[in-house]
């Protein structure tokens, strides 16, 4: 079984910066991608950032230039650094990951619970 745990959500004003990560453990082979999704209240979830094995990396418009996904690949672990922040900003983020597992021939799609982001005005 694998696990994806978020942190770094809060409170912040327009402008101010945050930084989430999520840390992946578990019976982890190799990850292929990880990538942040957000959801606004009464929208729906959409892609943010996405960073593959390989390190080339992909943003919604609306976040480019001011986002940054990386990853720590000892750790097992994504970041974004997300500057400049807007109210429209404002959503539940969720970290996902595409990972082969330690089972010979099984890769599955993982969800963390998710981490609130407020931006105040």
């Known amino acids: 079984q694998v696990q994806l745990v978020e942190s770094g959500g809060g409170l912040v004003q327009a402008g101010g910066s945050l930084r989430l990560s999520c840390a992946a453990s578990?019976?982890?082979?190799?990850?292929?991608?990880m990538a942040w999704y957000r959801q606004a209240p009464g929208k729906q979830r959409e892609l943010v950032a996405i960073i593959i094995s390989g390190g080339s990396t992909n943003y919604a418009d609306s976040v480019k230039g001011r986002f940054t996904i990386s990853r720590d690949s000892a750790m097992n672990t994504a970041y974004l650094q997300m500057n400049k922040l807007k109210p429209e900003d404002t959503a539940v983020y969720y970290c996902?990951?595409?990972?082969?597992?330690?089972?010979?021939?099984?890769?599955?799609?993982?969800w963390g619970q998710g981490t609130q982001v407020t931006v105040s005005s």
């Open positions: 578990g019976s982890i082979f190799s990850i292929n991608a």
């Open positions: 996902n990951a595409d990972i082969s597992s330690r089972i010979p021939n099984y890769r599955d799609d993982y």
